[in-house]
């Protein structure tokens, strides 16, 4: 089994920052790919920023050059570094990972339990 636990959520004012953690432990052999989705109240969830194995990234328009992405492979960390924030950036944020674990013969998606993200003065 894979849990990935979030952290780093909270309130922060207009133009402040905040930086998300995400762990994945448990039976892990091999990551090909964390992300960082969000969802607000009556929107369709969607992928905020992506990382595969190899470090190429991926980032939804609205947050380019605003919010960074980045992994700690030794230690399974993904992180969302996100400056400038605006009240739409306001949502639950979810982590996910694409795991293969030692018991199993493909990749599967895990996801987190989700980080309160509020954006307001």
């Known amino acids: 089994q894979v849990q990935l636990v979030e952290s780093g959520g909270g309130l922060v004012q207009p133009g402040g920052s905040l930086r998300l953690s995400c762990a994945a432990s448990?039976?892990?052999?091999?990551?090909?790919?964390m992300g960082w989705y969000r969802q607000a109240p009556g929107n369709e969830r969607e992928l905020v920023a992506g990382?595969?194995?190899?470090?190429?990234?991926n980032y939804v328009d609205s947050v380019k050059g605003r919010f960074t992405i980045s992994k700690d492979n030794a230690k399974n960390v993904v992180y969302l570094q996100m400056n400038s924030l605006k009240p739409e950036d306001t949502a639950v944020y979810y982590c996910?990972?694409?795991?293969?674990?030692?018991?199993?013969?493909?990749?599967?998606?895990?996801w987190g339990q989700g980080t309160q993200v509020t954006v307001s003065s």
């Open positions: 448990g039976s892990i052999f091999s990551i090909n790919f």
């Open positions: 996910s990972a694409h795991v293969k674990e030692y018991t199993g013969s493909d990749y599967r998606a895990y």
């Open positions: 990382i595969i194995s190899g470090g190429t990234t």
